[in-house]
Antibody
Framework: EVQLVESGGALVQPGGSLRLSCAASGFTVSSKWMSWVRQAPGKGLEWVSIIYTDGTTYYADSVKGRFTISRDTSKNTLYLQVDSLRAEDTAVYHC????????????????WGLGTLVTVSS | EIVLTQSPATLSLSPGERATLSCRAGQSVGSSLGWYQQKPGQAPRLLIYDAFNRATGIPARFSGSGSGTDFTLTISSLEPEDFAVYYCQHRRNWPLTFGGGTKVEIK
């Protein structure tokens, strides 16, 4: 069974940093395209970052230069290093796996974790 | 950035009724559009990908249509478990973006 479990969220001051983790089971993180998607309290969904199987990464403009996506194959875990945090980064951060079809990978998300809450406030 | 505009913001319907949700893209996304359902306290669930393909395990009462800039998610007969928020999302280019959501509530 595929499971994604996030951790690492916390209350942090503006300018602070965190490392978010997403422990995967039921599949190998390095064999799938993996993303982080966030949701501010009471708001909609915002895609944040993706890492491809070949290690290529992409970021939303709002986080480029401040957030870094990575993975650890030995731990089967996806990470998001979040630096220079701002109030507008306050959100639940979900990790999500990209859909695989007979045509290959597609940037839709078929498995999601419940998320970890990051609150940026002084 | 491709902006996705969903309408209406809220849809008030009764169980058994038909729900029609709209997603309009600011520029063509071809058929590269999907739909998700999200219930309170839960992660989103993929319903439809590439405009009309149902994801694994999704009931046949959910259907998607459209291409270019105008897309529709139809729920043919609402079940009690279908009352939720629905989001569209494109994969045409970077960044991936989501619509603002349509809440389907019990009338």
């Amino acid at each position: 069974e595929v499971q994604l479990v996030e951790s690492g969220g916390a209350l942090v001051q503006p300018g602070g940093s965190l490392r978010l983790s997403c422990a995967a089971s039921g599949f190998t993180v390095s064999s799938k395209w993996m993303s982080w998607v966030r949701q501010a309290p009471g708001k909609g969904l915002e895609w944040v970052s993706i890492i491809y199987t070949d290690g290529t990464t992409y970021y939303a403009d709002s986080v480029k230069g401040r957030f870094t996506i990575s993975r650890d194959t030995s731990k089967n875990t996806l990470y998001l290093q979040v630096d220079s945090l701002r109030a507008e980064d306050t959100a639940v951060y979900h990790c999500a796996r990209s859909l695989t079809t007979s045509s290959g990978f597609m940037n839709y998300f078929d498995y999601w974790g419940l998320g970890t809450l990051v609150t940026v406030s002084s | 950035e491709i902006v996705l505009t969903q309408s209406p913001a809220t849809l008030s319907l009764s169980p058994g009724e038909r729900a029609t949700l709209s997603c309009r893209a600011g520029q063509s996304v071809g058929s590269s559009l999907g739909w998700y359902q999200q219930k309170p306290g839960q992660a989103p669930r993929l319903l439809i990908y590439d405009a009309f393909n149902r994801a694994t395990g999704i009931p046949a009462r959910f259907s998607g249509s459209g291409s270019g800039t105008d897309f529709t998610l139809t729920i043919s007969s609402l079940e009690p478990e279908d009352f939720a928020v629905y989001y569209c999302q494109h994969r045409r280019n970077w960044p991936l973006t989501f619509g603002g959501g349509t809440k389907v509530e019990i009338k």
